[in-house]
């Protein structure tokens, strides 16, 4: 009997990196690397929809603009400067993770050894640049100009991923999920570069809220919001789904989902248009 | 290389008359060539009559044997004692019942509800196409053969299952959409959209998430991610 070893097919270094660690040896050994990554993926949107939540909670101040500069001056501690960067790696890596589910699936791209790869080199080299931004401090970078060349490219990938499904058998809803993962996939990045690339911009109040008076960024603001509630909202359906064992309470779940993502939607929203 | 070696079993055993399971220890001498089927008819024999589990063919073409072994689902009657020593780098396995269906009695559970998954995708020729050589056997042409002969090896031994990210409790399971999918790619039948309509459900390929443990379990060697990404790739 031959046991498919782990490390067939994928990359024997970063096997060996998730062995060092002891809890993920034994899934990486008997499950394979792809079983952990999963679960990273997992978890790490989880994380995600929960500092979406507590994102859109505190951005809710700019309504009341001494209330928001009280709530700023805590980032900047170096410890908070610090997890503000730590949060770019399961983001980085959960936006290359889903392109690499996504050209397995949708592109049959099957050398995920290789895919692997990318993932975990373009996550150290994305968490790297934004070290060194952080470092930096502000880089004054034009918001209009840099949300153009994102949303550009965010929409390019969304359409390339559309026009591949958009004619498959798939229910719309998963054919959505897929489509906004695409287009989160460079916008999220994106946001977190900027907000690292011109750090006053993000957390004076009176500039943020100069730059949320232009339509062109309500406008990006607005599509980043919804597409990353529709996300989240349907990868924690998804978990749900998985694990629920009963109709019921999978229903109530979804329910409370929903109702959860349309609360954070009509607040983060509101907040946009009327700032 | 050793001649044998001394085991450690640590079985999960469970009562259904109590409803109580536990982990029993057994200590056993092996021969380095034993499968694990031998080792446990040995422990039948020198040690516990009352331990129970399964096989059939013992040649890994039924799959009624399957177990999880230190965590990884494998058939039992196809791992030899010193293939799992060297892989596991261990004397001692803990050994439990998969877990795709309820246990009957220790490492036996209950394959009828397990295969109900299967069923429900009818593994069969629903609707017959038409032979283009009437008269003749259906001619299959080789190239079309090609996409699909692999995961015809597929037996049913439920391993992929249970390696699965996605639980049991919603999804019928990677072995039933590789089964319906054989049948999608069998030019000799005509059912596509009927067989689409589940897998394309909340019950079917929304379930998987690519975590490709499936083809890392399969002891046929399937690569059944490849063949769900195809189904997820839309391509029927």
Redesign the interface.
Known sequence: MIIRSSENGIDKSVTKSLEMVPPLARYTRNLGVPFVISWAHRLSGVLLVIFMGFHIFTLSFLATPGAYADKMKIYRLPVLAFLEWALAIPVIFHALNGGRLILYESFRCRRDDVLLKWVTGLTILYAGILAVLVLMGNQNVSPAFFWFIAVSAALTTAYGLYARIRHTHHIWSWKLQRITGAFLLVMIPAHFLFMHLSPQVAKDVSQVTLRMQSMWIKLVDVALVASALYHGGYGLNSILNDYAASKELRAVGMAAIMAAMVVAAWVGIKLIVLI | MKESYSLVFNIKRYDPETRKSWFQEYRIEAGRILRFTDVLRKINKELDPTLSWNSSCEH?QCGSCSVVI???P??AC???VE?AVE?FGTTTFRIEPITVAPALRDLVVDLEKAYDRVHRIRPFVINPSRNPNQGQEYRISPRVMERYLEATRCINCFCCAT?C???H???IGPNAVIASLVRIMDPREDATEER?KLL?S?EGV??C?????C?????K?IDV??FI?MV???D?
């Open positions: 890994a230190n965590g990884r494998m058939l196809e791992l030899l293939n892989y390696a990210i996605s639980s409790k919603g999804f689409l394309y909340n929304y379930r998430h690519t975590s490709m443990a083809s890392n379990v399969c002891p060697n991610a490849h990404g997820k790739d839309g029927f």
